[in-house]
């Protein structure tokens, strides 16, 4: 047998909260988990028994399913998809620091940096320009379909976190795409509640989301950044 279910592993509360689904037996990812470094391997399946656990105190502690660590398996996911976007974000830009000092100092005027000619200036300035009025221009979008202009920007610069990240593992891997089920979508429902975000805010959120960035495999980026990988390859 390669699977084994694991709901009936305890009868009572609070440990009947500790199941693991099924356990199943795929060669392909122990085929893979070969390739990978064991702290990679072992971290994947320590973490997802942590997750588990994390469910005991929480029955042990009779909060109900309304309050605040209610659906708490989706806001888990939640919380640790955007805590860890975040950190995977500031480490590309610290990476990518040198880069990006280049083009904030060949953005600026040729009083301020004389040896620079006209034409060197403008593509980073072009650069700069574009990476600021890209959210201030989806925020305007979203907030005249409805949504608060507070939860508008955040949500396009969430976006464009995950562009970011997605971006930077599919260059790094070699891959064509990488599909992910977690989005900016998702991000803000479960980081503020409903009624302080409102109907409208939420529903044009929720459009966006699902007709402009349901599949990120559709994005740009990465296609461009796979792109620019292989030209330097060349």
């Not at 403008?122 to 221009?137: G, I, N, Q, T």
């Not at 939860?151 to 260059?171: D, E, N, S």
């Not at 409102?198 to 740009?220: C, F, K, N, Q, V």
């Amino acid at each position: 047998p390669v699977s084994w279910p694991t709901y009936g592993l305890f009868q009572g509360p609070p440990w009947n909260q500790l199941h693991f689904h099924s356990l199943n037996v795929y060669f392909s990812v122990i085929g893979v988990s070969f390739l990978l470094t064991q702290e990679v391997s072992f971290s994947i399946w320590l973490f997802f028994v942590l997750y588990r656990l994390s469910y005991v105190p929480l029955a042990s502690l009779g909060l109900p399913s309304t309050e605040t660590f209610g659906q708490w398996d989706n806001k888990v996911g939640v919380f640790q998809a955007t805590g860890a976007g975040l950190i995977i974000a500031l480490f590309c830009i610290w990476t990518a620091r040198s880069r990006i000092r280049e083009v904030f100092r060949n953005s600026l005027p040729r009083s301020l940096a004389p040896s620079l000619s006209p034409l060197s200036q403008w593509p980073s300035r072009l650069l700069l320009f574009s990476c600021l009025l890209s959210p201030l221009l989806m925020a305007w979008w979203l907030h005249a379909m409805g949504s608060r202009w507070g939860y508008a920007l955040l949500y396009a610069l969430m976006q464009l976190l995950v562009a970011f990240i997605v971006t930077r593992l599919i260059a790094e891997a070699g891959l064509l795409a990488v599909g992910t089920g977690i989005g900016n979508a998702s991000f803000l429902p479960g980081l503020f509640t409903p009624a302080s975000m409102g109907p409208s805010t939420i529903a044009s959120l929720g459009l966006h989301h699902g007709a402009g960035i349901y599949d990120l495999r559709e994005a740009m980026m990465p296609t461009v950044a796979n792109g620019l990988k292989l030209r330097s390859a060349v």
